[in-house]
């Protein structure tokens, strides 16, 4: 008698969070829930030993809260950006907008407002994984608009040689901007398919993402623009060689 199908299939490896709180209490609490619903999770009480964990294992995605002993989320985040472009979710107070612009503006991928349910965590963790680029075969991965490149394989957009450092949700922004052409892209959309939730009035991430992203696209070159359209959304607008551009 032979047996079949004794052999289990490969399983998908879990992504890796790196949760930064110095909340032991919560750590444990969200490394148990997250575990749970099919993410690997290590944790780290301080910014050091979350610089640490980022040099020496692969993480896919990292949870990190403004209030830190020894470094602040915000110095932590800045060190981070000058080592990798993994993902981050910022832990901000409730009602601190200025907490979350800053996280934003120095590359943060998203925010979440403290208290948060752990539902809530995950429906952002995940958002913020389906939109890194490179993960899937569907469209096609290089894409070129003008001086604009974009490689979602691997992650990068160049104008010329110039890689433009984007976030994950800057490069997908982007992404959308340049598969419209000249099209303008409406704000709902924007926001529900590059920050994966709907607009709300009182929701100023995709503001902050567009300054980012109209930033480092001028600092390397003034032919492309991400040009609001009143009332609609955003349009990229390629500009006659050497004119410069409008806000």
């Not at 040099?55 to 602040?72: C, G, K, Q, T």
């Not at 208290?115 to 894409?143: C, D, H, K, T, W």
């Amino acid at each position: 008698m032979y047996l079949l199908n004794t052999v289990a299939p490969p399983t998908e490896p879990k992504p890796t969070l790196l949760i930064v709180d110095d909340d032991a209490a919560l750590c444990a609490m969200l490394d148990e829930y997250l575990s749970l619903v099919g993410f690997a999770a290590v944790t780290a009480g301080t910014g050091p030993k979350a610089l640490e964990s980022l040099v020496r294992s692969a993480v896919d995605l990292v949870i990190l809260d403004v209030m830190l002993p020894e470094l602040s989320g915000f110095e932590v985040l800045r060190r981070i950006r000058a080592l990798s472009r993994v993902p981050v979710i910022m832990l901000t107070a409730r009602g601190e907008e200025v907490d979350r612009v800053v996280g934003l503006e120095l590359g943060a991928d998203d925010y979440l407002a403290k208290p948060f349910s752990p539902r809530e965590l995950v429906a952002r963790i995940r958002a913020v994984l389906r939109r890194v680029p490179g993960e899937g075969g569907g469209a096609e991965a290089l894409l070129q608009w003008g001086p604009l490149r974009l490689d979602l394989r691997a992650r990068r957009a160049e104008v010329g040689e110039n890689d433009l450092q984007l976030t994950s949700a800057e490069l997908r922004i982007l992404e959308l901007l340049v598969r419209a052409d000249t099209r303008t892209v409406s704000r709902d959309e924007l926001q529900l398919q590059a920050l994966g939730r709907p607009l709300l009035p009182t929701d100023r991430s995709l503001d902050t993402h567009i300054s980012n992203l109209r930033r480092k696209i001028l600092k390397h070159s003034e032919r492309v623009s991400v040009q609001g359209v009143r009332g609609a959304g955003y349009a990229l607008t390629l500009n006659p060689a050497g004119a410069g551009t409008s806000s």
